[in-house]
């Protein structure tokens, strides 16, 4: 009975269920909008489609009616997979990447640490270690080359209004809703060139998969036919452009200098100490010799321009009365967690091995955005805005963590145990809680309707690193608080780019 | 000889713990309406462990010590017909590191065996047995967080065969069995295994248990002692890859060599002492125990 039981169950979902739909608007102004770090949407230009009178696009649409019979059932399949949002297909590769490389290296036999080299990436510990520094850098970048490549698929497809196939054709029957858009150039061969070229540049050991799963994805249009080739073409070549240009501002923007040697990192410590009588020790045997990215406080932000501006003042100092507080409620939650306070703990837990905080609330994102049946470009707005609020909100996090190098609980109170493992950088302030709020910042901004749940979120991600034993709750309140000043910054260069 | 016949059932689920949650595997019944009673401790010791196939020890762990406490019993419900039930009380502690132990009541196991065949021939007897089990989780423990968790968190199904050759005071026995997993759950709605999964529940492989022994009895029926070799397959799951933490749905497997004794001191009485011990000399995603098991029986008719 017991086998007949368990022989119909179902197999666990691995993806979002996306089925296609109709965009809720199109947006036609949005090739005017302000990007990122492109001047505006034409600055990048693409040659001027062939007239759909043409021979040869007369000739391409016998081609689309060539690759969209007779499909295989993969191929079909592709077509669903990629037809719905594949924005939010990507955001979810980019996750499940960032999971794969978030391990923390182990140590030598004999005691020392290997690190990640970004020039030999194969050898171990494989390049990168996507811990939550790296993952919402890598976040931030994919998402904001995406929306500029957006703004100017936007532009240029105004410009030329080439229709769909299906609208010169009446005779091409497509497998997902007709959008709308001016076809030409693709917004998804954009998509795909942009993630291709980011995502092999932030994890180049995944290279040769993200190259085939941009190849299915273009190819899903064909299929679908919902693009003929010369505008995948075209949507290709200006992904690639404007994914340049952000790789060429990722080379520059400190992260190569985050992880630094122990000299360095021995110094900022000494400096804490010297400044406020203490600094944060890594407890792990054995120890490890470097905190995680030291100087990550230092890398260029998006939409703060002075990160020392949002620094939060001094925490308490250990044995003071404000200290005692938070440090007892520390241990009387650890001497009687609740089951609730437990799962709160491991909900939000994010940690080595999952897709880390700015992760989780990209699957927030997704989820808002599928309900709302956003077309890409606004998808990407979202994505972007977020995420670029989210990687100041690591960086001001960072800045704090390693100004400040305040102790874990762990370090300061005397046989403290927790039930999370124990993040290798400074207390103070919590990560969880400065990333949480940005992001709900943000999301409150463009979801309005929903701002008490992502706020009620942002809290709840805070509270559970308290119950988890690793953060003070001042850790987390400042957190918050700071995550919030930092969101702010993105939703003002929000308000500001056309589309509000 | 009726004392001796909690002794291999009690030990193979001490020594088994959660981690194959194995049924009864010896070919030993209780009279009808006679009942054995036991209470069990089992200290489980390992300070390295095999993180997939790669032997190594994790200083943040340092020895991690499990204890468990186990009443249980054993019925006759027909001579050839038993019921065995076990409720384990569970606690994990690393003795280095920061992370907390946890405590708690594992998997309610309850488990029917039946003999299905007996040849006699002069003083050898070849008997062939069978053992349905049930192990269902019996609190709100955490599955997650490996090796700390106190268990799996999932029901377990399994079927078990059991042959055994019996020559006057010896015997040579062998058994093995299938075990159905259902899904358990942790309290995060995605985790990465080999791939992303969106859910809070957790396939769980379904696994293979075996095992071997060798006996004998002193010709006064007071002392039993024997040689074992038990193991788990688990058929499915993944390794732990360089420095992750385990996951309940990884692929473990362990060889376990031991050795036990059960002695009625006092003839007449049912009263029994079990002691025995196992040490893994192989495994895969599981640490590396010395398992040492001490406890009491008490057997008696409650009708006749």
Known sequence: MALAFWSCEKDLPTEAVIEPYTFAGLDENGGNWAPILLANGSEIGIPAPADVTSAAYLAELEDLK???????????????????????RWNEIARELAAKYNLIPAPNPDGTYPAPDAANPSQYPLFPFANPPYTCRMLAYWSAAQFDAMIAAWYHKYQFNRPAPHEVDGSIKTLLPHSGLPAYPSEDAAIAAVSQAVLSAMFPLEKDFLTAKAEEHKNSRLWA????????????????????????RAATDGMKNAQTPKPVSDSIAQAAQDRFGWHWE???????????????????????????????GPPPAPGSPEFQRDAEELQDIQDNLTTEQRHIANFWSDGLGTYTPPGHWNRFASDALLARNYNPLRTARTFAYMNMAIMDAGISCWDAKYYYHY??????????????????????????????????????????????????????????????????????????????LVGNYSVVVAQADGAE | MKYFKLWAPAIALALSLNLSAQTPSDAIYMDKGQICLAALYTHDTWDEYWEGTLKRNNENIGTLTRQTVMPMFALGITDRINVI??????????????MAGVSGIQDAGLWVKAKAF????????????????????????????????????????????????QWKGWYARAHSGYHVRGNTTIERDYYYTTQDYYTDEVDMPNALDYGASLGWWNPKGTLKAELTMDGLKTLGGFDIRRQDAGFPSNKMNFTRLGAGM???????????????GGYVVAGRNMGQSLVLTGGVTYQFHIWH
Request: net charge neutral; charged share 15%; glycine share 10%.
């Open chain 1, 66 to 88: 060539n690759a969209a019979s007779g499909l295989s059932s993969s191929q079909k399949a592709a077509v669903q997979y990629w037809g719905g949002n594949a924005l939010v």
């Open chain 1, 225 to 248: 036919g919902m693009n003929v080739e010369s505008d995948l073409v075209a949507g290709d070549s200006l992904g690639r452009a404007v994914a340049a240009r952000f790789l060429a």
């Open chain 1, 282 to 312: 890594n407890l792990e045997i054995p120890q490890r010799p470097v905190g995680l990215a030291p100087l990550f406080g230092k890398v260029k932000p998006w939409c703060v321009p002075n990160i020392v501006d949002v620094r939060p």
């Open chain 1, 407 to 484: 102790p874990r609980p762990s370090q300061a109170i005397p046989g403290f145990q927790t039930i999370l493992g124990i993040p290798n950088f400074p207390s103070y302030t919590s990560g969880h809680s400065t990333f949480s709020a940005a992001a709900a910042t943000v999301l409150a901004h463009i979801f309005p309707e929903d701002k008490a749940q992502f706020d009620a979120w942002a809290e709840e991600a805070a509270e559970s690193r308290i119950y988890g034993g690793i953060h003070y709750r001042f850790d987390a309140t400042v957190g918050i608080e700071t995550g919030h």
């Open chain 2, 85 to 98: 039930a076990g409720l384990p009380w569970v606690r994990t502690k690393a003795s280095a590191g920061q």
């Open chain 2, 118 to 165: 007996e040849f006699k021939s002069g003083e050898s007897v070849l008997t062939l047995h069978a053992t349905a089990g049930l192990t269902v989780p019996a609190s709100n423990y955490l599955a997650d967080y490996m090796p700390f968790s106190l268990g799996l968190g999932c029901v377990d199904a399994s079927l078990r065969a059991i042959v055994q050759y």
């Open chain 2, 262 to 276: 059960q002695y009625y001191p006092i003839s007449g009485t049912g009263l029994g002492i079990i002691v025995s």
